[in-house]
């Protein structure tokens, strides 16, 4: 039975505390309490209806409420529902899985799995492999890490310490050492006012092998990036950006690890990021499309080359890292069902394709004088909002104008996200022609409310 409606607000407000806001103000803007999901939409507690187009946290990709997953679910746990895999054992969903990603992405010759609980544990997990890769190597002195402006990696010490943009660093400072952030190929706003994106790659990848020359290539473990900048605004490069950090990287040995969190199957129309930009990482993190968030789960990914420094015989090469339910059986099985989905249903594809069509229709916004900038790949796109287009001075997060905007979005019947000055855009990869139609309409209406302010 359901708790009444009211003791639910004002429970949640006396009790819970909210990721990535202050309480202070989540306190004064009572949740919206979603208690049903159905393929692309969501219901509250007063049973309105919503078009998801943010597929909650960049993450329900196979849509709400998919009766294949929530049957893989249930079967496995009516056998068994969490069995460890520390030292030697292990679970038949999470020994399935494992082979599936292995398959999946043999392209980019991934070789060996080490699952967790989610993006910020992959994430942490990619980190710790590296350096104790380069241990294993015998070159103990590559400790760095290098990272770009407006990335974002999660909330663990050590994504954070990789995180470009001061939001998610200034209150949990000092962080990591050894960390160190370059610029990103940001064609709207970029340190040198550079306007076309084959340039502005080149010059992102000449900084990248001059911060290197400046560390001391010897010292530098990994470079980590998102394919896509996700929460950094949806910063999509020109498509010679990712082969030239590639071939920098190469030149001095440094590994090279892609946060597929976001852009992970399908999302910005290749199964991973990195290969809808034609390079083969050595090391991926990935959680959130894996298993569209049924359960929680992440996974890091190895290549032949990093997994085979664990492969030496004769050298101790214990794996000190590992969570309690890493390779958990339910995340595991929902992972299992929902990749069936993201393969029968060639998500990566219809994600590209859609995707065209969402950003087609979304220029239309540039119509309104507070949207600068209009960009995308698959389905993710942003939408960011500037005082005037002319200064491009940003709007910033809590103004009237994005308040207005998600306010009378949800009115209408869609939840949108606007984050910092970006409307960001990542719906459900099932979404279809007519479910853009359908943002779209929305858009417009509350677009037209924000602007009448
Ligand atoms: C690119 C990227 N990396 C890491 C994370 C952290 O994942 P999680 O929130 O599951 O810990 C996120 C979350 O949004 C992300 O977008």
Not at 65 to 79: C, P, W, Y
Not at 125 to 130: G, R
Not at 311 to 327: D, F, I, K, N, Q
Not at 348 to 376: A, C, I, K
Request: proline share 6%; aromatic share 8%.
């Amino acid at each position: 039975m359901n708790t009444p409606t009211i003791d639910v607000r004002s429970a949640n407000a006396q009790h819970m505390y909210h990721p990535m806001v202050d309480p202070k103000v989540a306190q004064q803007h009572p949740p919206l309490i979603m208690e049903r999901g159905e393929g692309v939409h969501v219901f509250d507690i007063d049973g309105k209806r919503y078009l998801d187009t943010v597929a909650s946290l960049w993450n329900v990709n196979v849509g709400h409420n998919r009766r294949e997953v929530i049957d893989a679910i249930t079967a496995q746990l009516g056998k068994l529902a969490y069995y460890s895999t520390f030292h030697n054992t292990s679970n038949p969903p999470a020994i399935e899985l494992s082979a599936r990603l292995t398959a999946m992405f043999a392209p980019e010759k991934m070789s060996k799995v080490l699952f967790s609980s989610g993006g910020s544990d992959a994430v942490e997990t990619s980190l710790k492999l590296a350096r104790q890769y380069w241990k294993l190597e015998g070159q103990a002195e590559r400790v760095k890490f290098l990272s770009l402006k407006g990335g974002y990696h999660g909330v663990h010490f050590g994504g954070a310490s990789l995180n470009g943009s001061p939001a998610f660093r200034t209150a949990y400072e000092p962080l990591m050492p050894g960390c160190f952030q370059i610029e990103s190929p940001y064609l709207y706003r970029n340190l040198w006012n550079e306007s076309d994106p084959a340039r502005l790659a080149s010059l992102c990848a000449a900084e990248l092998e001059s911060a290197i020359l400046y560390q001391g290539p010897n010292t530098i473990a990994a470079f980590v990036a998102e394919p896509v900048q996700g929460a950094g605004g949806v910063i999509v490069p020109h498509e010679s950006y990712w082969p030239q950090v590639r071939a920098v990287l190469d030149k001095y040995g440094i590994l090279l690890i892609s946060d597929e969190i976001v852009t992970g199957f399908g999302r910005i129309g290749a199964m991973c990021g990195a290969r809808a930009w034609g390079v083969a990482p050595d090391i991926m993190a990935m959680a959130k499309g894996i298993n569209s968030g049924y359960v929680p789960l992440g996974a890091t990914l190895i290549n032949e080359r990093v997994a085979s420094a664990w492969e030496r015989p004769g050298v101790p090469a214990a794996l000190m890292h590992g969570y309690t339910y890493s390779g958990h059986a339910l995340a595991c099985a929902a992972a299992n069902a929902n990749l069936a989905i993201v393969e029968r249903e060639n998500l990566p594809e219809r994600s590209l394709d859609t995707g065209h069509y969402l950003l087609e229709r979304l220029h239309e916004l540039m119509r309104y004088p507070h949207v600068g900038d209009v960009r995308g790949k698959g389905l993710m796109a942003a939408v960011e909002l500037v005082v005037s287009r002319e200064s491009r001075e940003m709007l910033m997060a809590y103004s009237p104008y994005a308040q207005a905007l998600m306010a009378a979005a949800r009115q209408e019947g869609a939840i949108i996200r606007v984050q910092g000055n970006r409307l960001i855009l990542s719906p459900p990869l099932v979404f279809t022609y007519d479910h853009v139609d359908e943002a779209m309409h929305i858009l417009h209406r509350a677009f037209a409310v924000a602007e009448n302010l």
